[in-house]
């Protein structure tokens, strides 16, 4: 088995404080991993969603095309800067 130098110096360190033998650190230190809880699974996120009324003075179905249509006119808006 190799060992990360940063792992090893923590063996080390818990050697030298507890007195324990290098196989019984390595051994604790497996087990305290493998045992150690799992983080329970968060719930999983929902978004609320609200009513914004009958009426719709917005096409948010458009939207995009709007969008693409603004960033057009930009472009064209800065390439005409450049001449």
């Known amino acids: 088995m190799t060992l990360d130098p940063d792992v090893e110096r923590e063996l080390q360190a818990v050697i030298r404080q507890t007195g324990v033998t290098f196989k019984q650190a390595v051994n604790d230190a497996i087990r305290s991993g493998l045992t150690r809880r799992r983080p329970r699974a968060k719930a999983r996120f929902r978004q609320k969603t609200f009513s914004m009324g009958a009426e719709q003075y917005f ?10 249509a603004i960033e057009d006119e930009e472009i064209v808006r800065k390439l005409s800067l450049r001449k």
């Open 59 to 68: 096409r948010w179905d458009k939207a995009l095309a709007a969008s693409d």
